[in-house]
């Protein structure tokens, strides 16, 4: 009503995701920094997140959440990043590969193709909102992979298919990481002759798994700072093949009809 604060509004709630997810540690790190400490980060999961933000906007209620990019939510609603004078959730932020060591010689031809394998969001964004629509992930993936076979055919072009050789790949529930995890065992499946399980966790064994090399490879690595913790962790236990995305951004995110533009509105 009237006169109220935007943070009595929402109760001075942060509606966060996983507590494993690196947006979380950016998040709290930003309530440290600006000086939010009548604020909490709520902890829950992608898909709650999305849920609140939709019951929000059906009522045109105020919501802050923790937001990023590339996500269908920015397709569907009229959204907007807090402005981060501080930086606190980094600037040039990139999705990549990240595999076991040894893999290049277990499995010279699913390098070669993760070597290759680069995006973008707007390719992303297609397989995302067709997910969002109700369409099955594999499904979603392989759609999409039929309809972009020239992209599909660079990135395998004349590696040599396997024959059923076992393949994992780790992951957690992020519609980005769905997303790309569903079209690479897609590829790895139909194009190279893997046998693929995609091992859907939180991200600490996301990232432990490839370390310990009981996982092959993750394309879900948010660096240089959304995993920087991870990564200064087990960086000397993987090999990171680069970039699979770049232009990717985190931070926290509100409807367009809420009246704070900069994180330091919300002091
Ligand atoms: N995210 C999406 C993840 C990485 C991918 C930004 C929610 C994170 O915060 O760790």
């Given at each position: 009503?009237?006169?109220?604060?935007?943070?009595?509004q929402?109760?001075?709630?942060?509606?966060?995701?996983?507590?494993?997810?690196?947006?979380?540690?950016?998040?709290?790190?930003?309530?440290?920094?600006?000086?939010?400490?009548?604020?909490?980060?709520?902890?829950?999961?992608?898909?709650?997140m999305?849920?609140?933000l939709?019951?929000?906007?059906?009522?045109?209620q105020?919501?802050?959440?923790?937001?990023?990019?590339?996500?269908?939510?920015?397709?569907?609603?009229?959204?907007?990043?807090?402005?981060?004078?501080?930086k606190?959730?980094?600037?040039?932020?990139e999705?990549?590969?990240?595999?076991?060591?040894?893999?290049?010689?277990?499995?010279?031809?699913?390098?070669?193709?993760?070597?290759?394998?680069?995006?973008?969001?707007?390719?992303?964004g297609?397989?995302?909102?067709?997910?969002?629509?109700?369409?099955?992930?594999?499904?979603?993936?392989?759609?999409?992979?039929?309809?972009?076979?020239?992209?599909?055919?660079?990135?395998?072009?004349?590696?040599?298919p396997?024959?059923?050789?076992?393949?994992?790949?780790?992951y957690?529930?992020?519609?980005?990481?769905?997303?790309?995890?569903?079209?690479?065992?897609?590829?790895?499946?139909?194009?190279?002759?893997?046998?693929?399980?995609?091992?859907?966790?939180?991200?600490?064994?996301?990232?432990?798994?490839?370390?310990?090399?009981?996982v092959d490879?993750?394309?879900?690595?948010?660096?240089?700072?959304?995993?920087?913790?991870?990564?200064?962790?087990?960086?000397?236990?993987?090999?990171?093949?680069?970039?699979?995305?770049?232009?990717?951004?985190?931070?926290?995110?509100?409807?367009?009809?809420?009246?704070?533009?900069?994180?330091?509105?919300?002091?």
């Amino acid at each position: 009503a009237g006169g109220k604060s935007l943070g009595d509004q929402v109760k001075h709630e942060i509606i966060g995701i996983d507590p494993g997810a690196g947006i979380m540690k950016a998040a709290s790190a930003a309530i440290e920094e600006y000086g939010l400490s009548d604020w909490t980060l709520i902890e829950g999961s992608s898909a709650a997140m999305t849920a609140t933000l939709a019951k929000a906007i059906k009522s045109e209620q105020p919501i802050i959440i923790t937001g990023w990019t590339p996500h269908w939510m920015f397709a569907k609603y009229d959204l907007k990043y807090l402005e981060d004078p501080k930086k606190v959730f980094g600037e040039a932020e990139e999705i990549h590969t990240v595999v076991r060591k040894g893999l290049k010689e277990a499995h010279p031809e699913a390098y070669e193709f993760l070597e290759r394998f680069e995006w973008t969001s707007d390719e992303m964004g297609e397989i995302m909102t067709a997910i969002q629509e109700g369409q099955d992930p594999a499904e979603a993936a392989k759609a999409w992979a039929e309809s972009h076979s020239d992209r599909v055919d660079a990135w395998t072009a004349d590696i040599q298919p396997v024959n059923g050789d076992t393949f994992k790949l780790s992951y957690v529930a992020w519609d980005s990481e769905i997303a790309s995890t569903n079209l690479i065992q897609y590829i790895l499946e139909s194009r190279l002759g893997y046998k693929v399980t995609a091992l859907q966790v939180e991200a600490g064994p996301m990232w432990t798994g490839v370390a310990n090399g009981d996982v092959d490879a993750t394309a879900a690595a948010w660096l240089p700072l959304t995993h920087a913790d991870y990564w200064d962790k087990y960086k000397d236990q993987v090999e990171d093949l680069g970039a699979n995305m770049t232009g990717v951004r985190t931070g926290l995110v509100v409807p367009s009809y809420v009246e704070a533009n900069s994180i330091e509105d919300l002091k």
